[in-house]
């Protein structure tokens, strides 16, 4: 990759609609400077999440940020939702152009 | 006992969830349908509130507002106690019996209209007002004690969700227009009401079969509860209603909105405000029991009731 | 020859298509928009049926579904040693053409309507007939010997198909409630019908403008077999609907079903069954040509034809 | 002043978007309510077009036209020199409030049809003709000197454009098919027109009210251009209807399309082809200024100087 | 990342809709404890795919899970349904919280 | 990860809708074989972008290539929208099944 890449933090939230309002804020109050979200459905711990009724459907939450913002983004989103909602996270490592944005 | 048509697309939908078909109502139609659903069902009360001085109204609301905030105080105890239900999940299901259900009062309102039987246009006020107490009393009942109980959150949740704005929004409009001015409008929010109803029934339908699975969990306490509790609400609101000397019509559909359980805004609400209560519980047996029983048995059965307490109390 | 003016929605579209407009209409829209016009052709033929003895049609059904099942017979043959297609792949097109297009059916009665030329209105029940068995003898073609014909999956694929979920659930629905029950829907299902039509043909257009390409791989051959087949197998249908003596308007309908080729059903149950024939053989030519024409060409033609051959057999 | 119920529909939007409801339109329903006003508006001009010869448009059309097309020219050297906007927002706003606003048209035909004021029919071909010369206009004020100003981009990215193609296909079919043709499709694209207007207006009331953000970062100055632009080009705009003989409807709607500014074909070709200009100028001006404005401002206003006009030019 | 992560595998299928339901039961039945589906759009081999009709559109789905998992369950896609259908699979390492899940 | 897989990189592209037409033109022309997108929102320098409204939306396209074509489409999407759009983009390294295809 001939570019001036960076390294960032990939952080992927899937997790209930009901609660991405609160997961962005979230977000937001801890460093991110931007996110991506897309709606999905699915199936885990928690069953099915088929997406047909509002309170089933998933949404798929991206932030890009420095590997310490994505885990503090982490680390409080399973403090405060884990136990609750239907929530998956994981966390990868990019090369982002653009790296004074993130 | 007369038959009305809209449900049987509820069952229709019921019976593609059971055999597993690939009808799949998209979520965005879901959500078009009930946009104008709310909006149509507060434009009528509107225009039926601009027919009448609003004075009148107050004492009957208040009443009407009271005897239903007893409705998620007594359930609670009785899902907590002869139910053994956590305090959140006790709390979250009675907050989905104390408010009500849009659709199960458009289908109670649809019965009647089928049997020619008038009732008081301003039940549409009751509808608004009887939606949100029974949210802040369960979220109340869920956190006593705890400090954290964030009422705040649930008064925008509910004040600013859409459900309220829109029947409160269609509702200022219907009033504001009245009937005249609304009459360009009437093809869409009037005549297109009951066929949308039926498609959106059909979708219910869907919704109500794949919560079916919960009820498994839900054990056989609950399923009695969603059965006996729209019973005894129903009763409760016809018998407030006969004191209160509305019609017959108007009686049968107090009887039901008391009798129905929320499953638009409680939800929503209690997912944001009482996130340890299990949602599987309270929307299967809202949805997956009470829903459907109001629809096909229950409404028939508050109207009867209607019709014996009528001229007695 | 009467023009029906929804044919020009779909012209319109094919337009946008071709020009490469940034006009997309939504899948959700496509979706709902097939949700309600399954729904109300169900409905239409089940208030018909209310109207009549179902034992008097078991006959006519017989022959109706009889002789359609010889079209995929006589198709495939025709596709794999004149067209030199391979076997899943004529047993993929004989199936498309041997089912029905719904959109199709609905286009040919409302050119009837247009015409002010009644027909009898159980010829739903034949719609519904239709749609599967050719299905069925189209897996079985493909699979013949190979032992994996997984005709359970596809039987299931279809019954519990939205399309025929919604034809049949209509029917019923439109059967018990009756023309009376359903009045408060008539609004909806059957006001709103042509209006709607007319959207969904724009967006027909669109898709099938962007098959267009796929005509390019599919060879001479199966561009005359999307023309050859429908006039054969409307011929056969006025011939079929004139001996069991249908009016001119249900044999023009009977013709429409039967050259019709399906691009709902079938398209979604071959895909399952016979992965291995190419979707952009049967899809190309069943709805980037034989769709097109039957709308333009083909449905006055069989019209035509069901007046010359009355009183004739 | 009367007032037009829709407008109301449009108000609860902003107050929507104001308390941050969580009601949300769905993209797909904004996407389909757009295709349904944007055919049945064009089918409505189609029709009313066929019942008068084409030549004596011609004329009329081109003064409308030249007329228009002044002013992007004359609000381009106003934005630079008195806005100090760069060169590249100066030409999009410009393009943005020379082009035009079909809801806007929408909703003053329905101001019109309330007070029973009749127009001339053909008012939708200048809505057509009227849409895309500013971009034009727009794109080359903004790229004069540059080389690229790849108008050729432009010009397919309007005339396949879906607003165009809608409005077009639309006024082709009406025409073709005429007030008698079109009859079985007028319970959808006639009745529904205004109650689907007023939701489309819901939608709109979210989205302006999501743009007021944006003015902020606008200006004092183009504040006040987005209230002065359409009061000067609705004045023209009488003012030209009085000199070609248009009715008092015809002038006040001539008023309206020269006094609203696009949000539809505009922002999407200028965010295309002169991506240097920030659409939240011209966005937040048109959609959260003037578009409101218009609605609740403008149209009684245009009403009103096309009356005093009458006779008097 | 100071969180306690596990490594797992993201097996992310693009393929056409129409499979959907048939690739999702093979990943349960091959081991997946969950699973995330987007509907999507997209060009390849098989020409483009828009999403305007039923017949045409994708789907996008994500599984997250041990290694092995991800590889039986690519396996048995790439043998199934690589021959017949629009398809597209790759594989990449991320961080999961809640390792227990996966 | 036993399969015979190949090392491809993925890029994925977050922009405006208003030019999703464009960068996966210019994608086919810089020789991706291939691309997936689906419709989002989002948060980031040019503020929300809800989704709500035709210009408001946003996407995301995935393009699997090998390293040097993934490398050539961001630099020239760095150089053609970065400055105007609302626009992120990252790359990271992926295993493809079916390598000839990317
Ligand atoms: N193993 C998995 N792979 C991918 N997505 C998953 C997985 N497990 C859960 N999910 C997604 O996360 C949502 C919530 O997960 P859960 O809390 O396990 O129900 C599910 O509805 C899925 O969309
Ligand atoms: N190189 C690629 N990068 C990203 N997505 C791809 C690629 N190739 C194919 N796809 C996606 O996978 C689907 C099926 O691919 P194919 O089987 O090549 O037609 C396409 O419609 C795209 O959505
Ligand atoms: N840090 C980030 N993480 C994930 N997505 C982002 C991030 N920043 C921006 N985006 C997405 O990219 C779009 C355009 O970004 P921007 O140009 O920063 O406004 C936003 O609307 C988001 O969808
Ligand atoms: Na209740
Ligand atoms: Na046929
Ligand atoms: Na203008």
């Known amino acids: 990759m001939s570019l001036t ?38 199936w885990g711990n928690h069953g099915e999440r088929d997406g047909g009724w509002p309170m089933s459907g998933n949404v798929r939450i991206e932030i890009l940020s420095e590997a310490s913002v994505a885990d503090a983004i982490a680390t409080h989103l399973q403090k405060t939702y884990f136990a609750a909602y239907a929530m998956v996270c994981y966390l990868s490592e990019v090369s982002v152009l653009r790296s004074d944005k993130f | 006992m007369p038959f009305e048509p809209v449900i049987l697309f509820f069952l229709l939908g019921v019976l593609a969830g059971v055999v597993r078909s690939d009808l799949k109502i998209p979520a965005v139609l879901y959500e078009s349908l009930s946009i104008f659903l709310l909006l149509a069902i507060g434009l009528k009360g509107g225009v039926e509130l601009a027919r009448q001085p609003l004075a009148e109204l107050a004492g009957p609301a208040l009443v009407v507002v009271g005897v239903g905030a007893l409705l998620p105080l007594i359930a609670f105890p009785v899902l907590q106690r002869l139910g053994r239900l956590s305090r959140s999940d ?42 949100f107490p029974a949210l802040m009393i369960g979220v109340w009942l869920a956190k006593r004690g705890q400090g954290d109980a964030n009422l705040g959150k649930v008064l925008h949740e509910v004040f600013a969700g859409k459900s309220i704005l829109l029947l409160v929004g269609g509702l200022l409009i219907g ?85 129905s359980a929320s499953y638009i805004a409680a939800p929503a609400a209690m997912r944001i405000a009482v996130p340890e209560a299990n949602p599987a519980l309270s929307i299967g047996a809202a949805l997956g029991i009470t829903f459907p029983f109001n629809l096909v048995v229950g409404i028939p059965t508050y109207f009867w009731l209607a019709r014996q307490l009528e001229g007695v109390v």
Chains 1, 5, 6 share one sequence.
């Open chain 2, 90 to 131: 006790a709390a979250s299901v009675a907050a989905h019996y104390g408010s009500v259900s849009v659709v199960t009062f458009a289908v109670g309102a649809a019965y009647l209209s089928n049997l020619r039987q008038a009732y008081e246009g301003y039940m549409v006020v009751f509808l608004v007002l009887l939606e």
């Open chain 1, 5 to 42: 890449h960076t390294r960032r933090t990939l952080l992927c939230v899937i997790c209930e609609s009901s609660i991405e309002a609160a997961v962005v804020a979230d977000a937001r109050r801890l460093g991110a400077h931007g996110y991506t979200v897309s709606d999905a459905r699915g």
């Open chain 2, 175 to 259: 009033w504001l227009a009245g009937a005249e001015g609304l009459k360009p409008l009437d093809k869409v929010f009037f005549d297109l009401f009951k066929g949308l109803l039926a498609i959106f029934l059909l979708e219910m339908g869907l919704v109500a079969a794949s919560r079916f699975d919960d009820l498994k969990r839900a054990g056989a306490f609950l399923l009695g509860f969603a059965i006996a509790m729209p019973l005894f609400a129903g009763t409760l609101g016809a018998l407030t209603a006969s004191v209160l000397g509305f019609s017959v019509g108007g009686a049968a559909l107090l009887a039901t909105l008391y009798a």
